[in-house]
């Protein structure tokens, strides 16, 4: 599998998580948790900055890159 971490050729926000592996009938297996800690980092197309994060603080990261970067560069601008 190819690096997904955005950069500069390809901004944007990515968000990994590795699931934990339930049996198929285990009804556990529903439950919001991974076997590591979540982990998100972005680099925005339209100012540069990059930023990445682990855990609790990566909820913070994705709220900062809706708010500020990404898609925030875009509004006001005509198509």
């Known amino acids: 599998m190819s690096d997904l ?24 297996r529903w439950w919001q948790s991974t076997a590591t800690a979540p982990k998100a980092s972005y680099h925005c197309g339209g100012c540069g900055k990059s930023e990445s994060a682990t855990g609790n603080d990566a909820a913070g990261l994705i709220d900062d890159y809706k708010t500020n970067h990404g898609p925030a560069h875009n509004r006001g601008r005509r198509s």
Do not use: Q
């Not at 968000?15 to 556990?28: F, K, L, N, Q, V």
């Open 5 to 28: 971490t955005p950069n500069e050729k390809t901004p944007g926000l990515h968000i990994s998580a590795e699931p934990i592996y339930r049996r198929h009938d285990d009804p556990g």
